[in-house]
Each structure stands twice: as structure tokens, then as C-alpha cells.
């Protein structure tokens, strides 16, 4: 789907071309901390730090594993 107006996408890339690399990959990171925070949230309030983490890793990276590879991972993150 595409909704947005070619006058905007313009605007868009003009301004992200005007940034420095350095710009850009700084708001890239802030992105990123920002959703894993928000991922992290939704492990519950009752999740200790394990718990959390062990949600962000299957959230943003469960599918990528196998399952043995994900069960060795989930049980490195425990021991964190």
C-alpha cells in the first residue's frame, strides 16, 4: 500500500540526504533502543531482566533459529 504523496516522500528524502552518515546512523540506533524498549514492555511487569531479555530475543530474532539453536540461546540469556 502506498499513501503517501510523492510531494512527501520528496520532502523526506531531502531531508534524510541532508543529514551527515554519522546523523543518520545515530537516529537509526535511537530507533532501535526505542523499539526494544517497547518489545520489552510487553514481556509483563511480573518478567525479571532474563525474562526480558529472553522476549526481545525471540520477538526480534526467534524465527531466525532453529529450534535446538534457539533453546541454547534462551538458556545463555538465563544465564546472563
Keep these: ?3 503517501t504523496s510523492p ?3 520528496k520532502r523526506f528524502r531531502d531531508m534524510m540526504s541532508s543529514r551527515t552518515p554519522e546523523e543518520r546512523l545515530g537516529m537509526a540506533s535511537r530507533m532501535f533502543t526505542t523499539a526494544r524498549k517497547l518489545v520489552a514492555s510487553g514481556a509483563g511487569a511480573d518478567q525479571d531482566e532474563a525474562g526480558r ?3 526481545v530475543f525471540l520477538k ?3 524465527r531466525d533459529f532453529s529450534e535446538a539453536d534457539r ?7 538465563n544465564e546472563l
Design 1 to 3: 500500500m502506498d499513501d
Design 7 to 9: 510531494d512527501v516522500v
Design 53 to 55: 531479555r529472553r522476549h
Design 60 to 62: 526480534f530474532y526467534g
Design 71 to 77: 533453546s541454547r540461546i534462551l538458556q545463555r540469556l
